[in-house]
């Protein structure tokens, strides 16, 4: 038959975005649509109770509204004018974590096609400014459009591989915040994972965990730099926690913050500040994010 077993389906999540419109008016707009809001979520288990057009707000995250799996809001008017941004609950928490001040620069490494970029847009307030460099000149292209849709205007878009962008550059040396979303295996995202049966190629995912370290440590090198968010999609212990650690090994004048206290699926030992997602524990695709931040000076204990 065709049932699911309960637990193994991720919700569709839909984030407001808050520089088009506000969470109140989306949630009106859905009720006159027929939709039926059921509050905030209380219980994990609540996310599997949703169907047909009842929806709830995300526990975690306040601009986060959460549906039954089948809701699909490709034609949606909200979706189409830029109101809504249709992004899994996992992805939103790099922009959420980092949480850039209003006005501050801000670099988004690997961004592409932009939706943690305009997370991070509308947590600035579209205030200061948000440098984001690809690789990839078609995915960039159509990050544009997704960020002229969400209204996005703060950034600034570069065809520029992230490795080769100067931190001691004038332009940067301003930026406090890095997001840091560099490109992965890709195995916790769900579709991928039922598909992929033959695991990982062990030589694969030693070239991208060397990249993405390679990424990590350039991005430590911004002179003003106080935070960096770590994230992927991966499962991988070696794309995710030793990807970390080998960098804070090289850097101890950085250190790891420890992220949500009461968001349980953590980092794997002894990296337990990180965080971990999965569709058993949190209802998302797998996921890692990990910040780290520089250590205050140290004072010589005089005073
Ligand atoms: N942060 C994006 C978002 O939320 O929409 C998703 C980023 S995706 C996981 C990784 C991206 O890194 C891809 O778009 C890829 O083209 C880009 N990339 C790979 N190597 C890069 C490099 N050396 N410099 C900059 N971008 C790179």
Redesign the pocket.
């Known amino acids: 038959g065709s049932q699911q077993t309960q637990g193994n389906i991720i919700p569709r999540y839909v984030r407001v975005n808050s520089l088009k419109t506000t969470l109140d008016d989306v949630i009106d707009y859905l009720k006159r649509e027929g939709f039926s809001y059921q509050g905030t979520t209380m219980r994990l288990e609540d996310l599997d109770h949703l169907s047909g057009k009842t929806f709830l707000c995300d526990l975690h995250l306040k601009d986060l509204l959460v549906f039954s799996s089948k809701t699909d809001f490709h034609n949606h008017f909200l979706y189409k004018a830029g109101h809504i941004i249709l ?1 899994d609950k996992a ?1 939103c928490l ?1 922009a959420f974590l980092l949480n850039p001040p209003v006005g501050s620069h801000v670099i ?10 305009s997370h991070l847009a509308a947590i600035m307030k579209n205030k200061g400014k948000l440098f984001a ?4 000149a078609k ?1 960039l292209s159509t ?1 544009s459009t997704l960020l002229l849709r969400a209204g996005v205007t703060c950034h600034q878009l570069a065809n ?5 962008v100067d931190p001691l550059s004038s332009e940067y040396k301003e930026v406090k915040y890095i ?1 840091l ?4 295996s ?1 195995s916790g995202m769900v579709c991928l994972r039922d598909e992929v049966s033959e695991p990982q190629k062990d030589g694969r995912l030693q070239a991208l965990a060397a ?1 993405q370290l390679h ?1 990590l440590k350039h991005a430590l090198q911004f002179p003003q730099v106080q935070r960096v968010v770590y994230s ?2 991966s499962v991988h212990t070696q794309e995710n926690e030793e990807v970390v650690s080998a960098c804070l090994q090289h850097n101890p004048g950085f250190r790891l913050v420890h992220l949500l206290p009461n968001w349980h699926e953590r980092g794997h030992d002894p990296l337990t500040q990180c965080l971990r997602a999965s569709t058993a524990k949190t209802r998302t695709h797998g996921f890692f994010v990990a910040m780290l931040e520089r250590r205050p000076l140290q004072t010589d204990g005089q005073n």
């Open positions: 992004q992805s790099p988004d490494a690997c961004a592409a096609p932009g939706n943690k970029t460099f690809d690789l990839d995915r990050m520029q591989d992230f490795l080769k997001l979303d560099p490109s992965c890709g990249f990424c992927t999609c």
